[in-house]
């Protein structure tokens, strides 16, 4: 049967929106639809940072796994996930009706013991890492992820993963073949090479200082800060006993992230919300985020886990002929962002699941 949705349908505001029976959204009205008050309506909700192929304590998940956290998902809203990197295929679930769309960065790529063992393709040689980006490019959904920096046992602290000249290679690489590149960046000194050469987001960015931030602006670079997952660091330097410098920059770090959050704002850095789910994060937690920016100062911290963050992505909003892929909230999340964590109702292809 066809829906009338009555209410108010974020974020410009049209009211009556209509479903037809092919979970579609309809440009005019449909006899015989069935009323349902809906008093705040906004396209699906976007987790642009999670990982549906990492189970707890950052292993491999099964593929029932990974359906399960994709259902979670749907639970709290999300109906679109970019998939920052997983070691699980989850092809099998792609086209699914019943669960929200995955976008794929495939594997995420680094050197040997300089990322989480198990997790990513490690590259012994760096000058290989423009044809694995173009071979991760074919085996995604249009983004490339890469491992920026991480721990250097050797120095003791966060250090680059790749030379600038190989970067721009293997970014060149992924926008020839018609794909987008991002990177998990903690600290300083990977961010240069990779903003030069020409990278389309930054995940985290804690390091990120003002310069950087006026070439990521000048650039259009994103930045998916992932702030609940950046509270874990405190816990991340407290294990680190035998690494004191690393320690203490992964508590600066925390310490200076949502400051560095607002300065990126204040800049114009595209800002979107990403959760990190999967291994220490759980699924299902893109309110929280959402307050997190909210907190540190996005003007429009839901939409960037909704219209603007689907335009980024480019998928649609709740226009004639787009998937009925929506939220129905009791009250406007723009003015109690708290009533994102309690979703009235979540349509997937125009078919309701329990929130």
Known sequence: ????????VLPDGRRDLYVDDAGRVADAPLPGAEVVEAPYILPGLVDAHCHVGIATGGKPATL??????AITERGAGALLLRDCGSPTDTTPLRGRPDLPEILRAARHLARPKRYIPGLAIDLDDPALLPDAVAAQAAAGDGWVKLVGDWIDRGEGDLAPLWPDDVLK???DAAHAAGARVTAHVFGTDALPGLIGAGIDCIEHGTGLTDELIAEMAARGTALVPTLINIDTFPGIASGAGKYPVYAEHMLELHRTARDTVGKALDA?????????????IRHGRIADEVEALRQAGHPDAV???CWSARRWLG??????GAP????????????????????????LGGKAYDA
């Open 1 to 8: 049967m066809p829906l009338n949705l009555r209410g108010t």
């Open 268 to 280: 114009g850095v595209p800002v979107f919300a990403g959760t990190d789910a999967g291994g220490g």
């Open 315 to 320: 998928r649609p909003l709740l226009e004639p």
């Open 303 to 305: 939409g960037a886990a």
């Open 64 to 69: 029932a796994e990974c359906e399960e956290q």
């Open 169 to 171: 290679a293997a970014i």
């Open 324 to 347: 009925a892929d929506l939220v129905v909230l009791r009250e406007d999340p723009r003015e109690n962002p708290a009533a994102l964590a309690d979703p009235a109702l979540v349509l």
